[in-house]
């Protein structure tokens, strides 16, 4: 009797841990969900158990689970349901991988059910008041969520809070889908990126809320020691609020790889009222290690107190490379963009010899804070081998869009205003070729400098009446500028 009554309680908790139509909660493989207990092993017995059935749901329900490193398998949706918090362990040895949420050559996973992932990132920083990024970091579980070598994976609504580092890095990976994510880090968290996009392709990011003290979302083509460059292609973001330290949507630095199809539309982007500082860039679009960026649209922008609101540049930092080269930009359309309280120029540079190519601007519409006293020299550095950074060359010589060493540029139906008077002119083009300025609106004479300009075509050109000649043509090298 004895023996046959131990039996029958073997069975009943082999099928209390067993999933059951496809579920496994946590708390029937002894997950406390008290925030002080660590769960991680009962977490990853429900992960695996469900794989073991063929796929399923690992289940959390309310409550908050303490844990390590949780790693899923194909097949497999981490489910944090409303009220349920995972949190991430203050201690760096419960992490291995270093990551609190993990996806290694997965397919058909998720993480889902509208609960919150914490990264427990105060536990991972040493308080530093003398700079402001607070650069005391220790051993760190970064990113918080990774991706890594997967397809078919989803993202989605979930709240993300105090990520140690990175939020989301998705790494070689495709079909990835990111949506209704809200993820807000310290802004004066060092490297505390939203998400990065890491040489992956047919990704999309919707519907997000991304908040940190680095890039909001970038997309990046690195590098790595033993591993073949990858591509970052096919790659659509649209609907997202964002504000950071650094830039808010960002292509490149890291840039050995291509960039191709790469579109970003129905976006707002702020500064924070408590940052120590705004945003400097809204849209920053680099390539500085030798790779290529072909066919990029940003669509439907709108930026408040934004430092720079257009970044475009092509360098020669050449990480990673034995012998630095060039790459290539072009095909790049921005449209649609209402950018107020401006602090940095605009612009679009390229090197000499190496260009930027087919870059239009249209349906523009940026105020600047303005109030320089001198219109400034042409002796504007090329700072070929720096890290790119809207802020790199000093003050510019126009208040609003500063272009040199480009070819095929359009600017169309673009106004730019300053709320402080200032001396510079709205435009100036250094070493341009082909150039469009159709319906451009400046604050103030002369709108626009060309120097050393080859067949342009001006049309449209409006400034206050009673300051001056509209457009000031200079350098040896002009020519074939026509001005309706």
């Known amino acids: 009797m004895g023996a046959v009554l131990r039996l029958g309680l073997a069975l009943g908790m082999a099928a209390l841990g067993a999933p059951r139509d496809g579920v496994c909660n946590v708390r029937e493989y002894g997950a406390a969900g008290d925030g002080k207990t660590n769960d991680q092993a009962a977490i990853q017995r429900a992960i695996e158990d469900c794989a073991k059935a063929g796929g399923g749901v690992a289940l959390l329900p309310a409550g908050n689970y303490l844990s390590g490193s949780v790693v899923l398998r194909s097949n497999i949706t981490l489910r944090i349901l409303p009220g349920a918090t995972l949190t991430g362990s203050r201690r760096m040895e419960d992490y291995n991988p270093p990551h609190l949420v993990s996806m290694h050559g997965v397919e058909n996973a998720a993480v889902d059910g509208g609960g919150r992932i914490h990264g427990s990132g105060d536990a991972f920083r040493r308080e530093r008041n003398d700079h402001p990024y607070l650069l005391g970091v220790r051993p760190r579980p970064s990113p918080l969520l990774e991706i890594a070598d997967s397809r078919g994976v989803r993202v989605q609504d979930i709240s993300i809070r105090d990520t140690p580092g990175w939020g989301i890095h998705v790494l070689r990976s495709d079909g990835v889908a990111i949506r209704g994510v809200s993820l807000i880090s310290p802004l004066r968290g060092p490297n505390t990126d939203g998400i990065d996009i890491d040489s992956s392709r047919n990704v999309r990011v919707a519907d997000s809320y991304i908040e940190g003290g680095d890039d909001a979302i970038v997309i990046k083509t690195p590098k790595r020691p033993g591993a073949p ?17 650094s830039n808010c949507f960002k292509l490149g630095t890291e840039s050995t790889g291509d960039f191709k199809n790469i579109a970003i539309s129905n976006c707002v982007m702020f500064k924070k009222a408590d940052a120590f500082r705004a945003p400097i860039s809204g849209i920053a679009i680099e390539t500085v290690d030798g790779g290529t960026i072909d066919g990029l649209v940003a669509s439907n922008i709108t930026m408040r107190d934004v430092g720079t609101p257009v970044f475009v540049r092509l360098g020669n930092r050449g990480r990673g490379m034995e012998t630095p080269r060039p790459g290539v930009l072009r095909n790049v359309s921005i449209a649609n963009v209402v950018a107020t309280g401006g602090l940095v120029t605009s612009s679009v540079t390229g090197l000499a010899g190496h260009p930027v190519r087919d870059v239009s601007l249209d349906n523009i519409s940026i105020s600047m804070k303005g109030g320089e006293k001198t219109a400034g020299g042409l002796n504007v550095p090329e700072l070929a081998d720096h890290y790119p950074e809207a802020w790199m060359f000093g003050t510019l010589p126009a208040y609003g869009f500063y272009a040199r060493h480009a070819e095929g540029l359009t600017l169309r139906n673009v106004r730019v205003r300053w709320e402080n008077e200032d001396a510079r002119p709205a435009v100036l083009l ?13 604050e103030a004479a002369p709108a626009v400098r060309l120097h050393n300009v080859v067949d342009g075509w001006i049309r449209g050109l409006r400034a206050p009446a009673g300051k001056g000649k509209l457009t000031e043509v200079t350098g040896e090298v002009s020519r074939d500028v026509r001005v309706e």
């Open 229 to 245: 460059v990858g591509t970052a292609e096919n790659i659509a973001i649209t609907n997202c609020v964002m504000t950071s330290t």
């Open 430 to 442: 250094d070493d341009v070729r082909t150039v469009t300025l159709d319906g451009l609106q400046a």
